[in-house]
C-alpha cells in the first residue's frame, strides 16, 4: 500500500471516528457512512441493506445518494438476492464482488432490473453482530464494470464495520424506547435501586401510587416508605435477602407521601452484571391497598356479631383463650358471665322484631359501656350475651361490677314513639382458676348456672348464680356477696 493510499485509509478513519463520536441521529451517521464510502470509490453509490422484519429479504436503510428509482428498486430485494450480496455468506467479513453485473451468472436473475438502474457494478461487506447474526450489508454500486482495489477494499472493510456500531446502538435505543414506553405504561410502579438500596429511577405509576415524583425520591432509599405501622420483620427479610443477592416476593405496608397508608405486594429482583455482582434492584410494586381492606373487613365480619357490632362467638373463644393464657402467666383470674335477657319474647311479640333489635343493639352498647376496655362483652345468641373479665387480682370488686352489669337494664329502653321498655337479666358465672382451666368447659360452666338462675327466675334472690359442682342452695352466700 503506498502512502497515498495509507493517508486514504488514516483520512476515512479519521472522518469515520469523528462521524461516531459525533453522537447524534443514528440515521444521519450512516447517510454520512455512505458518503465517506462514494467519496473513496468515485462513481460509485452506497446504500446500507438489512434483512426485512421476517429476515427473508433486504431493506434499504441509508442511500443518500442513490436515486429514488434505484433505491425503490433495491428495496425488498428477496432472500436470494441477500445470499448473493453475501449476507449469509459463512466467513467474516468477506466481501462479495460483482465486478460486471452483466455478465455475473450471480446477478442472472436481476440483469434486467439492474441494466436499468443503471448498476453495472456490485461490491459489498457483510455487517455481523458479535454473535455471528448477518445486521445487514454496506455495498456500494458502480456505474461502470470495474473491482475496487485494496485500499477500496480496506475501506469497505472498516464502514461495515462502523455501520455495524451505528446499527447496535440503533437497536439498542428502539428497545429502551419500548422498555420505556413499556414502563410507562404499565400501572404497576417500577423502582430501580443501586447495590446499596439508593434509588436511581421511578417510572410514573411510582408517583401516582406513592405521591412521591421522581425528584422527591431519586437519591433515597426505600425506607423513606416506611411507617410507624411497617412490620420490622417483613424489612429485615428484604434487607437479608437483598443483602444476599436474591429476590424477595411479600407484601409490605409503605406510607404514601400525603401519610396515607399503601399496602403493596413488592417484587424485588437483583441484576447481575457479566461477573455475577449485582448491579442493580428492580422492584416491581403492585397496590393491594383495596384487597387488603376487603380481607380485613371479611376477618372483621367472621368475628363481629351484625346485629350488635359486638364480637361474635368465634372472636368470643379466641379472645378467651387467650385471656386464660395471660391469666396463667400473670396468676390472675378470670371470670365469665353468661347473660340473658329476661322476658325478651314479649318484646318481639308486643313491639315487633325490628323493636326487639333495637332492645338488643341498645342493651349491646350499655354493657359494653359497663366494662373496662381490656374485657369483653359478646353476642353469644339470640338474647344471649357474655362478658369476661380479665385480670381481676381478686374478686373483691365483684359486687361493684355486677351493680354495674346490671345497671344496664334497670334504666327502661327508649323506643319510637315513645314507647318505654322495661327487661330483666339473669346471669350464670364461673371462674378461673377455681372453676376450670379450659375455656370451652368453662363456658358451659357458665350456661349451666345461667339455666340454674333461670330456672329459680320467679323465686329467686339474686339476678345470678355462681357454678357448682353440686348445687348448694346457698351458693351466693358461700362466696360472700348478694345479689341485688
Ligand atoms: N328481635 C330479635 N329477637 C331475637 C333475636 N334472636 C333471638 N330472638 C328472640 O329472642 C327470644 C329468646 O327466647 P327466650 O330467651 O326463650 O325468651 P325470653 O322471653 O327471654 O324467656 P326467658 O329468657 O326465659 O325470660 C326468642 O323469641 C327469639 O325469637 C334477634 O336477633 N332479634
Not at 132 to 153: K, M, R
Request: hydrophobic share 45%; proline share 5%; glycine share 8%.
Amino acid at each position: 500500500m503506498n502512502p497515498t493510499e495509507q493517508q486514504c485509509i488514516i483520512d476515512l478513519c479519521r472522518s469515520i471516528l469523528a462521524t461516531m463520536a459525533h453522537g447524534g441521529d443514528a440515521q444521519a451517521q450512516l447517510d454520512a457512512l455512505c458518503r465517506l464510502q462514494e467519496q473513496a470509490s468515485p462513481s460509485s453509490l452506497a446504500a446500507l441493506m438489512i434483512p426485512t422484519h421476517r429476515g427473508r429479504g433486504l431493506r434499504v436503510l441509508a442511500a443518500p445518494s442513490l436515486p429514488s428509482r434505484m433505491a425503490e428498486g433495491l428495496d425488498g430485494l428477496s432472500a436470494e438476492a441477500a445470499d448473493v450480496f453475501g449476507m449469509h455468506a459463512a466467513d467474516d467479513q468477506v466481501p462479495v464482488i460483482v465486478a460486471d453485473t452483466s455478465s455475473d451468472p450471480r446477478w442472472l436473475a436481476w440483469r434486467d432490473m439492474a441494466r436499468e438502474l443503471g448498476i453495472m457494478a456490485c461490491w459489498s461487506m457483510p455487517i455481523r453482530h458479535d454473535n455471528g447474526q448477518p445486521w445487514g450489508i454496506f455495498a456500494l454500486f458502480g456505474t461502470q464494470p470495474s473491482v475496487p482495489n485494496a485500499t477500496q477494499l480496506k475501506l469497505l472493510d472498516m464502514g461495515a464495520v462502523a455501520a455495524g456500531l451505528v446499527i447496535h446502538r440503533m437497536r439498542l435505543m428502539e428497545n429502551a424506547s419500548i422498555l420505556d414506553a413499556a414502563l410507562a405504561a404499565t400501572t404497576d410502579a417500577v423502582l430501580l435501586a443501586n447495590p446499596d438500596g439508593v434509588i436511581e429511577w421511578v417510572n410514573p405509576a411510582f408517583t401516582t401510587m406513592t405521591g412521591f415524583a421522581a425528584e422527591d425520591i431519586i437519591g433515597a432509599t426505600p425506607q423513606i416508605l416506611h411507617g410507624p405501622l411497617t412490620d420490622p420483620e417483613v424489612k429485615a427479610r428484604i434487607r437479608d435477602a437483598l443483602r444476599q443477592g436474591q429476590s424477595f416476593r411479600g407484601e409490605i405496608l409503605y406510607y404514601r407521601k400525603d401519610g396515607s397508608l399503601l399496602w403493596n405486594e413488592l417484587n424485588i429482583n437483583p441484576v447481575f452484571d457479566a461477573r455475577g455482582k449485582v448491579q442493580r434492584f428492580f422492584g416491581i410494586h403492585r397496590d393491594t391497598t383495596a384487597m387488603h381492606a376487603m380481607r380485613e373487613q371479611v376477618e372483621r365480619m367472621a368475628y363481629t356479631d351484625p346485629l350488635t357490632a359486638l364480637p361474635n362467638r368465634h372472636a368470643l373463644e379466641s379472645f378467651l383463650s387467650q385471656a386464660l393464657l395471660r391469666a396463667k402467666q400473670n396468676k390472675t383470674q378470670v371470670l365469665v358471665g353468661m347473660l340473658d335477657v329476661d322476658d325478651f319474647k314479649p318484646v318481639n311479640d308486643t313491639w315487633g322484631h325490628a323493636t326487639g333489635d333495637a332492645l338488643l343493639r341498645a342493651l349491646a352498647s350499655r354493657l359494653q359501656a359497663a366494662v373496662r376496655e381490656t374485657d369483653l362483652v359478646a353476642r353469644y345468641g339470640g338474647d344471649e350475651f357474655v362478658v369476661v373479665l380479665v385480670d381481676l387480682q381478686a374478686f373483691d370488686d365483684l359486687p361493684l361490677i355486677m351493680q354495674r352489669i346490671h345497671a344496664a337494664v334497670e334504666q327502661p329502653f327508649s323506643m319510637r314513639d315513645g314507647v318505654q321498655i322495661r327487661v330483666g337479666l339473669s346471669m350464670g358465672m364461673t371462674q378461673y382458676p377455681q372453676d376450670d382451666a379450659d375455656g370451652e368447659v368453662l363456658l358451659r360452666h357458665a350456661d349451666a348456672a345461667l339455666y340454674r338462675s333461670k330456672t329459680n327466675k320467679a323465686g329467686r334472690e339474686a339476678w345470678w348464680e355462681f357454678w357448682q359442682p353440686v348445687a348448694l342452695p346457698a351458693a351466693a352466700d358461700a362466696r360472700g356477696m348478694n345479689g341485688s
